[in-house]
């Protein structure tokens, strides 16, 4: 620090230090990290095949771990979790769901600039509902068990049958339709 002639004090800063400790200086530190991770995610997005196969094993856990008693919504996060780190057991899936889920379903990864996403279209979601997003070499998946179709029948049965009657109904007292005549205004009939 040097003093100047009226007695305060100066601080000597580099011309580095002073763009450092600017509000320009930090914004374009802040972009420079910001672009920096950005070619980062470009270059290690995971391909259509890895996304395709990371989704679909994902799924099988999903229905792996949910033969039993439904949980909440945090037990399937947490399961989600479990799935980034292990593999389905394709001998423990019932077949017949197996059949179904390829039946009913159909997979859809979509490509974005810097990470891919996956979407289960069925006729529940005919629109498609995000199970998982692919970025920095980590498909991160989001798959409930709600969100597949897997049983498909008919909403209603004997669609021929008639309305429940409980009771009868007199079809001969319904009474008289009273004579109507159409009215037509033709002003105040009081003047």
């Known amino acids: ?14 011309p580095l230090q002073a763009f450092y400790h600017s509000c320009l200086g930090k914004l374009a530190i802040l972009i420079g990290i910001l672009i920096l991770l950005f ?3 470009i270059m ?3 391909t259509q095949e890895e996304m395709e196969m990371e989704m679909v ?11 039993s008693i439904q949980g909440d919504d945090i037990d399937d996060q947490v399961n989600n979790l479990n799935n980034m780190f292990s593999r389905a057991d394709t001998a423990k899936i019932n077949k017949e769901l ?18 891919r996403t996956a979407y289960i ?7 498609g509902v995000r199970v998982g997003v692919g970025m920095f070499g980590v498909v991160y998946p989001t ?5 597949l179709l897997l049983n498909v029948g008919p909403m209603q049965k004997k669609y021929k049958d008639g309305v429940i009657r ?24 009081d003047q």
């Open 57 to 67: 094993d994902n799924i099988l856990q999903c229905i792996q771990a949910n033969d």
């Open 98 to 115: 197996l059949t179904s889920l390829k039946k009913n379903n159909r997979l859809e990864i979509y490509n974005h600039s810097f990470f």
């Open 1 to 14: 620090m040097d003093q100047t002639s009226n007695g305060s004090f100066k601080q000597n800063e580099s």
């Open 44 to 46: 290690t997005k995971p």
């Open 166 to 189: 409980t009771g009868t109904i007199n079809t001969h007292d319904l009474g008289t339709n009273p004579a109507v005549k159409p009215y037509h205004y033709q002003g105040d009939p």
């Open 121 to 127: 279209l069925n006729n529940i979601h005919p629109e």
């Open 39 to 41: 070619i980062v995610g």
């Open 143 to 147: 798959v409930l068990y709600k969100d």
